[in-house]
């Protein structure tokens, strides 16, 4: 990739490093650098080879703060983060932010599959009650939540292109945050009849998940 003439390829794996960091990621708002934060070291170690792969860069992987074991990978540079705002990675807080799922993924089946895949690495989860239950979320200021559902619509509109149904969006209470604004939940589940659908086309990369999953 030619990054002083902005050429890059818009491919799945370029899908999946834009979802890993809008979701368990961060793009800095002054676009110094960017990382992504967490306590599964195989998704690390899969982030720092797409950096490296797409980018030809390395990063460094650090102890995270705070409680429990977790692990920020992050990289510094400038110009790679300029370009990653340009393809639709948003950049600083993304609970106060405005920003949808860019249209080069939204185009591509198999940007989609990926992005979805990434996405509920990071921010869904799989649970068992009387039947298996899948569930995706995010959280939003409150005066976003209606950039927050678009979102979400934009999520679900992915799926149906598996054949996949997913339940209406509902709302949770929130946080108070330091800056002062209250956020809401925003989460949907994938339908009970759609989950084995769920499991053929798009799944999970994180293996305990996907182990889940699998023993349905």
């Known amino acids: 990739m030619n990054l002083t003439n902005n050429k890059i390829e ?19 708002k002054d676009l110094s650098c960017f990382y992504l934060s967490s306590k ?15 980018f030809k860069i390395n990063g460094r992987l650090k102890r995270g703060t705070g409680y429990g074991e977790s692990y920020k990978y992050r990289v510094f540079k400038k110009n790679v983060c300029k370009l990653l705002e340009e393809i639709g990675v948003p950049k600083g807080s993304k609970v106060i932010k405005i920003f949808l799922i860019p249209m080069w ?6 940007c989609c599959r990926e992005y979805l895949k990434t996405a509920f690495d990071c921010e869904g989860s ?11 979320g995010i959280c939003k200021a409150e005066q976003l939540i209606s950039n927050g559902k678009i979102f979400l619509e934009q999520m679900k509109l992915m799926l149906s292109r598996f054949n ?40 999970f990369n994180d293996r305990f998940k996907n182990q889940r999953l699998s023993s349905i």
């Open 105 to 110: 993924i939204l185009e591509n089946k198999e």
């Open 164 to 203: 996949i149904d997913s339940t209406k969006t509902w709302l949770i209470k929130g946080n108070l945050r330091k800056d002062g604004n209250l956020t809401k939940g925003l989460y949907f589940k994938i339908k009970q009849s759609s989950i084995k659908q769920f499991a053929l086309e798009i799944g």
């Open 40 to 54: 599964n070291k195989e998704m690390l170690s899969d982030f720092a080879d797409l950096v490296y792969n797409k």
């Open 10 to 28: 818009f491919d799945k794996d370029l899908a999946k490093l834009v979802s890993y960091l809008t979701f368990d990621g961060h793009l800095a």
């Open 126 to 136: 799989i649970w068992f009650e009387d039947k298996p239950k899948i569930r995706f």
